[in-house]
């Protein structure tokens, strides 16, 4: 039986979307099954918002017991930190049955050193968010957030995707995708030529001519209108889309 390795970013969940929540359900059932899948590897961005891991919504609650059957049967699940759940922390990733990594983590897939990351750090051309970027994730940021109220936590969180939405809808598309620079410095800050990452919502393969070495990025798709994610073999890499 030909082992497996899945990947999946940008999902977004929310209870507004409950389609979303479904159909990732549905693919679970569907693909993540024991004996024939080695592991699964969610990269970030997974829910719309996390305020703390001491709010479980219903929601949560029951993506944890989806997946948590899923590491339960055998299959471990690995979580990178994306832009919108990067406050997760080991209570929820317990509950879930996750292992957290690293935000910029390098595995052996089948063989082939890979790195595995959001993303979010290689759009530099995006000067506002990137200094926000760096502020939230030092130590003191999430500490103090986390010692806020749970109310004024939501309030923050709803703001802030207020003023994110205007932000993004101001800027050029091209400042909100990857640069090439700063993806060229991470294949080299690893010495690796292959790297998976979402973040961008552009699926696609890229591949760069570097010293001759072909160098590999594989981008995930969002979940807003298709089901997105990335099945990778000892033998190839397939990027595949199903609508919703």
């Given at each position: 039986m030909t082992r497996q390795t899945y990947f999946i970013a940008d999902l977004?969940?929310?209870?507004?979307?409950?389609?979303?929540?479904?159909?990732?359900?549905?693919?679970?059932?569907?693909?993540?099954?024991?004996?024939?899948?080695?592991?699964?590897?969610?990269l970030g961005d997974f829910f719309e918002v996390w305020v703390g891991d001491d709010y479980v919504s219903e929601l949560s609650a029951a993506v944890a017991k989806q997946l948590k059957a899923?590491?339960?049967?055998?299959?471990?699940?690995y979580f990178v930190h994306g832009n919108r759940d990067f406050i997760m922390r080991e209570k929820y990733a317990n509950?879930?049955?996750?292992?957290?990594?690293?935000?910029?983590?390098?595995?052996?897939?089948?063989?082939?050193?890979?790195?595995?990351?959001?993303?979010?750090?290689?759009?530099?051309?995006?000067?506002?968010y990137q200094k926000f970027r760096q502020k939230s994730r030092g130590w003191w940021w999430p500490k103090l957030m986390l010692a806020m109220p749970l109310w004024y936590r939501k309030?923050?969180?709803?703001?802030?995707?207020?003023?994110?939405?205007?932000?993004?809808?101001?800027k050029p598309i091209e400042i909100l995708d990857v640069v090439q620079?700063?993806?060229?410095?991470?294949?080299?800050?690893?010495?690796?030529?292959?790297m998976i990452h979402g973040h961008t919502?552009?699926?696609?393969?890229?591949?760069?001519?570097?010293?001759?070495?072909?160098?590999t990025r594989t981008v995930?798709?969002?979940?807003y209108t298709q089901g997105s994610y990335l099945v990778v073999t000892p033998e190839s890499q397939q990027l595949i889309s199903t609508p919703l």
């Open positions: 977004h969940l929310s209870e507004n979307r409950p389609d979303i929540t479904a159909a990732f359900f549905k693919f679970l059932h569907s693909h993540i099954v024991p004996q024939k899948v080695d592991a699964l590897y969610i899923v590491s339960n049967s055998g299959i471990p699940i509950m879930a049955g996750m292992t957290l990594l690293d935000e910029q983590t390098v595995i052996d897939l089948y063989g082939t050193p890979t790195v595995i990351l959001h993303g979010d750090e290689m759009c530099t051309q995006d000067i506002e309030k923050i969180a709803r703001d802030a995707r207020e003023k994110s939405k205007l932000s993004q809808a101001d620079s700063a993806v060229l410095e991470t294949f080299a800050k690893h010495n690796v030529a292959n919502h552009r699926p696609n393969v890229h591949t760069y001519e570097v010293n001759n070495q072909t160098l995930l798709g969002d979940w």
